[in-house]
């Protein structure tokens, strides 16, 4: 109830909050087995073949399928993307190497998760990082043949000023691949914001039960992975921002009453 009153009437304090927590995640001493930061996604039990993965990858199989579903839906040839809000890399790791742009550029507001990401992926010339905030993206008009936004933006203080430079930087019949979470009753004005943009909608669809049956089938490892990494006394409330009930109990996971949906447009 506490977070949701904080994304309604104070969404600013919720940010700050999120950032700070985000941030604190980024000061931890990660390993590889934390690439990923997205809830996930699948399809396998509505009858869709899983992507196939290399054995190290499948600890990541259901965030790198959400990454899948996001990017196959147009052409990567000769492409220059940029990824805003790209987190700790592994996503941006895994279009470069399924779908081959010319070049990727993953841009956060973390300076700790740049450095790791460089540092990670620095024998990938076609795939760079650098510090950038998403409401005030730092790059050319026209820049971009594809632009990728992951589950970040519900985190914005002003969504419209990241859709107006998410426009301004897209290149003409540029795409925006974007996926994300909303409230129920905020889904209608989220879609009105997005509608704003001027961006032809080519797809839209709510791809809520399949992240979390990913959520699901990945519980254990998502659970161990907070065990693990956060300090006992901050596992409640991690827990919780990653959709999970407790570490101690059966209950499935949740999106605390937001749905998610999966979009793509184009810049006429």
Request: glycine share 4%; charged share 25%; hydrophobic share 40%.
């Amino acid at each position: 109830m506490l977070n949701k009153l904080l994304f309604h009437q104070f969404p600013n304090i919720k940010s700050l909050l999120t950032r700070l927590q985000y941030e604190f995640i980024s000061t931890l001493n990660l390993k590889k087995d934390v690439l990923f930061m997205n809830f996930g996604y699948t399809a396998h039990h509505q009858g869709t073949d899983p992507i196939l993965l290399d054995e190290e990858e499948e600890i990541h199989r259901y965030p790198m399928q959400l990454y899948h579903h996001v990017a196959k839906h147009i052409d990567w040839k000769n492409a220059d993307a940029l990824e805003v809000s790209s987190g700790r890399g592994g996503g941006a790791h895994f279009i470069v190497r399924q779908f081959k742009p010319k070049s990727y550029t993953g841009v956060d507001f973390s300076s700790r998760a740049v450095e790791f990401c460089r540092q990670q992926y620095s024998h990938l010339n076609e795939l760079k990082f650098q510090h950038g905030n998403a409401e005030a993206l730092a790059f050319p008009d026209n820049s971009f043949d594809v632009v990728v936004n992951v589950e970040a933006s519900l985190y914005y203080p002003n969504i419209t000023k990241f859709f107006e430079h998410v426009k301004r930087v897209l290149k003409p019949n540029g795409y925006f691949l974007y996926t994300d979470l909303r409230y129920e009753e905020k889904v209608a004005i989220w879609h009105a914001q997005l509608k704003s943009m001027g961006l032809k909608l080519i797809k839209e669809e709510d791809i809520t039960e399949n992240v979390l049956k990913a959520m699901e089938l990945d519980r254990e490892r998502r659970i161990e992975l907070v065990n693990t990494y956060i300090p006992r006394l901050l596992r409640k409330q991690f827990l919780h921002f990653a959709g999970l009930a407790s570490d101690s109990s059966n209950a499935l996971p949740h999106l605390d009453n937001r749905r998610y949906w999966y979009f793509v447009l184009q810049k006429a």
